[in-house]
C-alpha cells in the first residue's frame, strides 16, 4: 500500500500479531480521516510495528524497514493514546479475557496500590525522592481487577505521597464504563487512609 515492496511485511516477528488476533479488536481503531489524501498506510502493519517496539524495546527510530516508516508508526501511536482508542482495545480484552475465565465482563471489586522504582536511565521527567522506601524515581499507582488485569494506572515522581497519588487515581476508576465497581480495597496504609474519605 505504502510501495510495492513494503505491502507485506517480509519478516515475521515473535511480536506480530495474526490476522486473526488483529481482526478482534480492528473495529476499535479509527477510520481513515475523510478527504484529503486517502490512507495508504496499513493499520495491521503498524499495530506490529508498535508491539515490536514495547516487546523488543528498541526505539520507533530503530525499527527494520518492512515496517512502515517510523514517523508514521509513532503518529498512529501517539494519535490513538489521544483520542483513547489503546484504552478501549485494553478494556475490550480484558473484558473478554474475564468472560473466557467465567466471570462478569466488568469487575464488581478492585484493589489500588502504589510501587516506587528506580528511575531509568534518560528519564529525567516526574523523578523524585520516596523518603519511605529510599528510592529516587519514579511511582506507579495501580488499580487492578481481582483476576489481577489492570484497570486503571498513574505514574508520578517517587515523591508523590500514596494519598495524593489515590486522589489522581480513583477517579479514573469511578469513570470507567460500565461503572461496577462495588468495593475498593487499598493495599498500603496512605492508601487505606484515603479510602475512608
Known amino acids: 500500500m505504502y510501495g510495492a515492496l513494503r505491502k507485506l511485511m517480509v ?3 515473535p511480536s506480530n500479531l495474526n490476522r486473526d488476533q488483529f481482526d478482534l479488536f480492528s473495529d476499535l481503531l479509527p477510520p481513515a480521516k475523510p478527504g484529503g489524501r486517502p490512507r495508504t498506510v496499513d493499520v495491521y502493519a503498524v499495530i506490529n510495528a508498535i508491539l515490536y517496539v514495547l516487546v523488543e524495546g528498541v526505539r520507533c527510530r530503530a525499527l ?4 512502515p516508516p517510523w514517523q508514521t508508526v509513532y503518529m498512529y501511536f501517539r494519535n490513538w493514546r489521544k483520542d483513547g482508542t489503546w484504552q478501549r482495545i485494553h478494556d475490550r480484552l480484558r473484558e ?7 466471570r462478569q465482563p466488568s469487575p464488581s471489586e478492585a484493589v489500588i496500590d502504589s510501587q516506587s522504582v528506580k528511575r531509568a536511565a534518560g528519564v529525567n521527567a516526574a523523578v523524585g525522592f520516596d523518603a ?3 528510592i529516587k524515581g519514579r511511582k506507579r499507582f495501580l488499580a487492578v481487577e481481582t483476576l489481577g488485569l489492570v484497570m486503571a494506572i498513574f505514574v508520578t515522581a517517587a515523591s508523590t505521597p500514596e494519598r495524593d497519588g489515590a486522589k489522581t487515581l480513583l477517579p479514573r476508576v469511578k469513570a470507567l464504563k460500565p461503572r461496577s465497581i462495588q468495593r475498593l480495597s487499598p493495599v498500603c496504609r496512605g492508601l487505606q487512609s484515603q479510602q475512608s474519605e
Open 11 to 13: 519478516k515475521e516477528y
Open 64 to 67: 527494520p524497514g518492512d515496517f
Open 96 to 102: 473478554w479475557y474475564r468472560i473466557e475465565q467465567g
Open 132 to 134: 519511605g522506601k529510599q
